[in-house]
């Protein structure tokens, strides 16, 4: 069943003083926003609260600054990006918390919004600890949060919060996540298939087991392909492999083959010597892969069987590159696998920032039902796991829409 929470569009915020948790932990380069797709995600949020008459109170984390005050991890870089695409003036306090902070937020007025600095330069924010929590909410009457890329973190900007202003709800970007991926994960039109690709079998192995009761066929690619293949008995030279994790990448093979589910694994490979740029590769003839070399993309054979798989598909979710991507050529693969999802007309959902990137790069975001800001989060939802953050957040009225 969908998941119906409470929507910023349900909130009277007019003279109000919102305070919105949003994902703004973006890369940071000489002073100055490197990537901004994350403050983007937002704005339609902070956009609809300013038109709405509402005082937006907005907080984030950047990096991992483990309670303590690091000058590079400061927002302040991030408050005169947010202005310019806001087109509204944003105030910047030096605190997240505090009279300075608690002053700031009470001058607030139409039409100007307040960025509350870096929340993790507080070890209590992490803690959860209730304490913390109160003094945040002290600065608002009304909550928002729109960060789904934190709403499996039960930190306290992001669950305890709740416990302190009423009606907390939903933002737009949240909204958006909770339906796409509510979607895949209860009612996938079939068939559907999932192409996982990254680095470590570790970090999808619940996401996988959960996927081979709701899928056709799961494609695996990129570094995690090794360790299945190592698992099957196939050499893969000196590819990368997590071999604490080959009797669970064999346990979900054997699942996979005892459910009827086409679990497909690389049946040729781009290898070189060593990931160095310019390091003479080839393509091998089949799945093995000789000693002394190593896989880092897709070969041409795989490419084609997954488009296949592909085009047959309804739905699809794509978590992942099956491929060095941030290294010509072994973007290749992933490529292919981008413009093949691209060209289904079903429904399409990629995650995970590498892959994102990809199909930013090569102008087919626009063609994907729904691209996906959560990471971790929502590897976590298609896990079957319910997220704290959105557990937090008030339901909708019974035979509401989600963000009507």
Wanted: aromatic share 4%.
């Amino acid at each position: 069943m969908t998941i119906r929470k409470m929507s910023v569009r349900d909130l009277d915020v007019r003279g109000r003083k919102v305070f919105v948790r949003v994902d703004f932990n973006v890369p940071l380069r000489n002073g100055g926003v490197a990537d901004d797709t994350r403050i983007r995600a937002s704005l339609p949020t902070l956009k609809l609260i300013l038109e709405r008459g509402g005082l937006p109170v907005i907080a984030s984390h950047l990096g991992r600054p483990k309670g303590r005050v690091v000058q590079g991890m400061s927002l302040a870089p991030v408050a005169a990006h947010l202005a310019g695409l806001l087109g509204a003036q944003v105030r910047m306090a030096d605190d997240c918390v505090g009279d300075g902070a608690a002053k700031m937020a009470a001058g607030l007025r139409a039409g100007e919004a307040l960025l509350l600095e870096n929340l993790r330069f507080h070890a209590e924010e992490e803690a959860n600890d209730a304490g913390f929590a109160r003094r945040l909410a002290a600065l608002a009457e009304l909550y928002v949060n729109d960060a789904f890329g934190a709403a499996h973190r039960a930190h306290a900007s992001v669950v305890e919060i709740t416990r302190h202003l009423a009606t907390p709800a939903s933002g737009l970007l949240m909204d958006g996540e909770i339906q796409a991926l509510s979607r895949l994960r209860e009612s996938p039109d079939k068939p559907y298939v999932a192409v996982l690709g990254g680095a470590k079998v570790s970090d999808k192995i619940d996401l996988m087991l959960n996927l081979i009761d709701k899928v056709e066929a799961i494609l695996i690619g990129g570094a995690m392909a090794y360790t299945f293949l190592k698992a099957s008995g196939v050499p893969i030279g000196g590819s990368r492999s997590e071999d604490d994790r080959l009797d669970h990448a064999n346990a979900i093979l054997t699942r996979g083959k005892n459910s009827g589910v086409r679990i497909r694994l690389p049946l040729d490979h781009v290898v070189a010597p060593s990931p160095e740029p310019g390091a003479p590769s080839r393509t091998t003839p089949g799945p093995e892969i000789e000693d002394r070399l190593v896989g880092l993309d897709v070969g041409p054979q795989t490419r084609a069987a997954y488009a296949a798989e592909i085009a047959r598909a309804r739905t699809v979710f794509w978590n992942g590159p099956v491929g060095l991507c941030e290294v010509p050529p072994y973007d290749e693969g992933t490529g292919a696998v981008a413009r093949a999802i691209a060209a289904t007309g079903g429904f399409t959902v990629v995650g995970g920032g590498d892959s994102i990137a990809a199909v930013n790069r090569l102008g087919l975001a626009a063609r994907f039902s729904h691209v996906s800001t959560g990471g971790g989060a929502s590897l976590e939802f298609l896990s079957g796991v319910d997220l704290p953050g959105i557990l937090a957040l008030a339901d909708a009225a019974p035979n509401a829409g989600c963000g009507r």
